[in-house]
């Protein structure tokens, strides 16, 4: 595993200066206040067991909290409740069937607005839909749609009657689609026509259909009709196995009662990149990981009653999962949902639609915040954001400049800024400021979370004083954390919990200044951030070597003004292939096609041989040293000097 930390973060933290104390009205109102940490050091898990008692709707009250066999917990084991329930029926049931659940906005203009109420209808008939295809307690459901409303109407079926859902982003190919569903055993796909993105309609269901032909577990498909009319084509459904979601949904029963669920039963896999090819299929469980989707969006957003709240992130991501469907819909909160992206039809769009539905709280990923600064002030200008009280920060470390002018010129130097730190394995945010409480500092995501215990150790798993660097590590278990890796408890132990004995280790590098702020420095394994996605180096490296004209290939990820990380991919063509720039080309669509557009590499550079030690292993240090152009560190161990300088003699027609 490589370890060394990124220079230019370190930098970054050093040049950090200007702190920001809360205003005193944001004290005033907020929803957690400074005791909430007190309480919580106090006694953690007795913590958790307030909170769980009194956010959460049970069926069975839970006697035990937490049973610890490091690394396997059980958080509220004895207790059953039903997820959908307390994110749609119990809002009901206090009378708040009228409220928004989501103000929905299509790329096209299209919109709907959908109640609590009317939610629950939808959530009824589609859980019917899936009895009705022989969807059971146990059995695993993918999803692969587009950003509609029935998405979350999708999750929280599936969790109605206790089936596990494993969406799928939509922007994955069908080999990545086919690899889910085979490691899941899913027996049902939920998936769509297409969808609206950047002005045209995308197809989808070809690709579910190249994927469920490699599938053998899927005996059925609902197909949700998302094409318009006048967008021309045709959705071809095969006789049997595809239902049209528009036919066969609104037929069903309206009356599906939610099923009392064990606190641990699975909720859902999430299949994330680590540092080997195959992706891990994280799994999250029900109880303990709804109250850490509810626990969160409610401390660290302060959501009110009467907010407008808006995270413009996938719903194929944990983001998405997390808030847009459970933590939002527990707490009964009024979101926007927007199908496209930013720029469609202009830049203007995310704060058009801002000033429209008057939202309050803007939840995004810094990769977008960077969009928007090099597009220009200008756009957001145009529009009264005024109603915009809370920002927040997700999926890679933001750069001080960029939360500098997030904060002044979308939050109208006014808002607080909330940078969170988590993972798809911690299920919630885990390191974040609490807006009524932390005076903030650019470019630091501050301190752990209350009932979250967070540290930086050494290589050796000695916790480092203040103001030093190191590993991050969770140092005790939390209720929303991953239980598993599905059919694989070795890996689970070996990625997480081996590294630093007792702990569970982040794969990210930290620093804390001499305040205690936590500052994230970003990946120290094998897996790169591009625009705050997840990619595994030697997931690209497989998919390249995959072609039959490619040798060897190693791929580090370079620092990217834009996106974070952008991948640079060396490649060692096989004898007689010319090293051509089509070639190069094609090469990229060859890893777009195995893993999807956001892994199509940046840059590509053909190289006769790559820096190895003497017992073979790739030197990606070295690599990346060659990719930032930075001085080369230590070349000792190096079997061949000379290999170096070939590369970097090469390195200026990389870049597509
Ligand atoms: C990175 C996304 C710095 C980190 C929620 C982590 C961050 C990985 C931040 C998880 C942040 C996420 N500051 N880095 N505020 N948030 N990361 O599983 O490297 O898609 O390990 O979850 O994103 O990515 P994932």
Redesign the pocket.
Known sequence: MAEEQRGDAIETFQAAGETFPPDAATVAAANAQAEIYARAAADPVAFWAAEARERLTWRKPFTKTLEWELPFARWFDDGELNVAENCVDRHVAAGRGEKVAFHWIGEPGDRRTITYAELLVEVQRTANALKGLGVTRGDRVAIYMPMVPEVAIAMLACARIGAAHSVVFSGFPASALADRINDAEAKVLITADGGYRKGSFFELKPIADEAMKSSPSITGSIVYRRRQPGTPGETAMQQGRDHWWQDLVPQQSTDCPAEAMPAEQLLFLLY?SGTTAKPKG?MHTSAGYLLGAALTHHAVFDIKPDDVYWCA?DVG???GH?YIVYGPLANGATQVMYEGTPDTPSWDRWWSIIEELKVNILYC??TAIRAFMRQGEEHPRKHDLSSLRLLG??????NPEAWLWYRSVIGGGRTPIV????????GS?A??PLPGVTTTKPGS?TFAMPGIAADVVDASGKSVPLGGGGF?TLTQPWPSMLRGIWGDPARFKETYWSRFPGSYF???GARRDEEGYFW????VDD?M?VS???ISTIEVESALVDHHNVAEAAVVGKNDPLTGQAIFAFVILKKGVEATDEFAHELRGHVAKQIGAIARPKFLLFVPDLPKTRSGKIMRRLLRDIAEGRALGDVTTLADGGVVDTIRSNTGAAEE
Not at 393 to 398: A, C, K, T
Not at 419 to 426: A, F, L, M, V, Y
């Open positions: 994330t994280i992130a991501w944990i983001t997390t990923a810094p920060s997700v999926g890679e470390p933001i940078d969170t730190w988590w993972q798809t394995e911690t945010i390191i974040s995501a991050l982040a794969g990210d994230l420095l970003g990946r897996v951030n705050a996605h997840r």
